[in-house]
């Protein structure tokens, strides 16, 4: 983004599916006629094709230029705004296939023996058991040792 001379950078922490973004919000209630939005990627700018399309038409409307580095400058002209379309609805299928073959991956992971869903966990049931016996035992001398510190 700096390589694109941009004055104010917003980074959204939040994923594009949820609907609460406020770095997202903030950028749209800033960006003035004349500006020049520039995004890294279209699946990372909405969360559908129809999501897109009000984005566009709110965004076009306030005189904003769009553009996506991965596409170039996309304008409000006929041509601007089908490419626009076509790129988001790329997007929004890319994003369903994800999905797809996410679900079918654990679909075939559950037929494994011992398949547990989530994340594995950090420690184990005898690490944590360590962890808090060593809590009780020591956590004196540890306070000693801070105190003789200072």
Excluded: W
Excluded at 43 to 51: I, Y
Excluded at 85 to 108: H, Y
């Amino acid at each position: 983004m700096e390589d694109e001379r941009c004055d104010r950078i917003y980074f959204e922490k939040i994923t594009r599916t949820k609907s609460n973004r406020p770095e997202f919000q903030k950028l749209l209630q800033e960006i003035q006629t004349g500006d020049t939005l520039v995004i890294t990627k279209m699946d990372r700018f909405v969360r559908s094709t129809q999501d897109a399309l009000n984005i566009i038409k709110f965004l076009f409307e306030k005189g904003v230029k769009i553009n996506v580095l991965n596409l170039g400058i996309i304008e409000n002209t006929s041509t601007g705004r089908l490419i626009f379309t076509i790129f988001s609805a790329f997007a929004d299928f890319e994003r369903d296939l994800i999905v797809e073959r996410t679900q079918a991956g654990k679909e075939i992971a559950k037929q494994r023996p011992g398949f547990r869903e989530g994340r594995p966990k950090k420690f184990s049931q005898q690490q944590i058991n360590l962890a808090m016996q060593l809590l009780e035992t020591h956590s004196g001398s540890i306070a000693k040792f801070q105190n003789e510190q200072y």
